[in-house]
């Protein structure tokens, strides 16, 4: 019994390489033009649209994967800007349940839309590309099936046209003959009802797809913009908790740290390279109202930029020449009596400008140490440096001139050496950590994508 068995797969086995055999030489014929070759143009159009569809299915595939990625990314990176603003509420401020409660239905809506996504859309697509494989491989074996009754035809037609016939040999090859008919035209039959229909059943099927992907994000927008409207009035709740936006916002960023009513009326300290602009200006309009004779009515006029002047900077004398002193002291005669009789108005005009010029002189000081301060940072960055920006999402580098990134990681971002070089959606940039350590930048520096990071303001 062994022996029996080994020797029916032996020759299965032969049976098996001789049709290999018949087959290439058939090829080789019909390649050579030596053999005529059956030919179906409706099935081979058949066979470019399955596989056109293939690919189409598989590229679809793949970027409905590439969006489900994205979509737990952003999950991801909700999820910790949420648990950020779990853990700076204070627990006396308004809300804090409402907002525990407002990242437990964030987090619970993205949970719940990428599960969808998957179950209405990828699993579907899978299914669908499932059908493919098994289609493949029966055209392949039609192919085969093709080469074996073009062969079994040539040699049977060869029998026939021999100068000398043998019966026997021509009985057994129109025999194979039609074995072969018969195998090839039933597997080709399934093919050409099968494949029209299945190129046909794309349209459907995409339809389905996108309208599903399309309906499930119109659903999760909606849902969390009812979330956002929650947290925003949250927001609102503890503003009003703690003052209105007037009392305790911007103005105070521009102010000195102590901002008492005794140095609220005085004039900013000037930086160490020198007075501020302004109050140079101050000085200038000062001695112009000192040379000049003018109503009181005039003085309550003045801009308030131009009347108020710090006590602690006095006004130096303007030189004069000796014939314009006795005209100096005619003018201080005239302006005496005009000071005496607009002296209280004059007083309530420089108080109530006191705090316009403090507001339009101090920034400009406020920003020279800011400029100053942000001038001496910059000396400590590296060539050609533009601005910071933090990583998003973990990027693996995949060639040996990009930067690894981990989310969080800080880069300063570089100009290209060559302009020309840079593509589109990618920068230069070393990492802060490396730079400050390091200062190496020739060899920490390097390439990443743009849409990965985000700029720091």
Known sequence: MAELGKGVSAGKLASNMQKKLTRAQEKVLQKLGKADETKDEQFEQCVQNFNKQLTEGSKLQKDLRTYLTSVKAMHEAS???????QEIYEPDWHGRE?????????DLLWTDYHQKLVDQALLTMDTYLGQFPDIKSRIAKRGRKLVDYDSARHHFESLQNAKKKDDAKIAKAEEELLKTQKVFEEMNADLQEELPSLWNSRVGFYVNTFQSIAGLEENFHKEMGKINQNLNDVMVDLEKQHGSPASNAFP??????????????????????????????????????????????????MPAAAV????????????????????????????????TAGSESTTAAVQSSLPAVVVETFPAAVNGTVESSTAASRTDMPPGFLYKVTAQHDYAATDSDELELKAGDVVLVVHFDNPEEQDEGWLMGIKETDWLQNKKFDQGRGVFPENFTEKVL
């Open 79 to 85: 999820k910790k800007l949420t648990e950020c603003l």
């Open 252 to 301: 105070i960023k521009a102010q000195p740290s102590d901002s008492s009513p005794v140095k609220a009326n005085k004039s900013p300290s000037s930086p160490p390279d020198g007075p501020p602009h302004a109050s140079q200006e101050t000085k200038t309009v000062n001695h112009e109202a000192e040379a000049a004779p003018v109503a009181p009515a005039t003085l309550g006029e």
């Open 308 to 339: 108020p002047k710090s006590p602690s900077q006095p006004s130096e004398p303007a030189p004069h020449s000796p014939e314009a002193a006795g005209s100096e002291v005619a003018a201080g005669e005239k302006l005496s009596k005009t000071e």
């Open 98 to 106: 409402e907002a525990n409660k407002i990242a437990e239905n964030s």
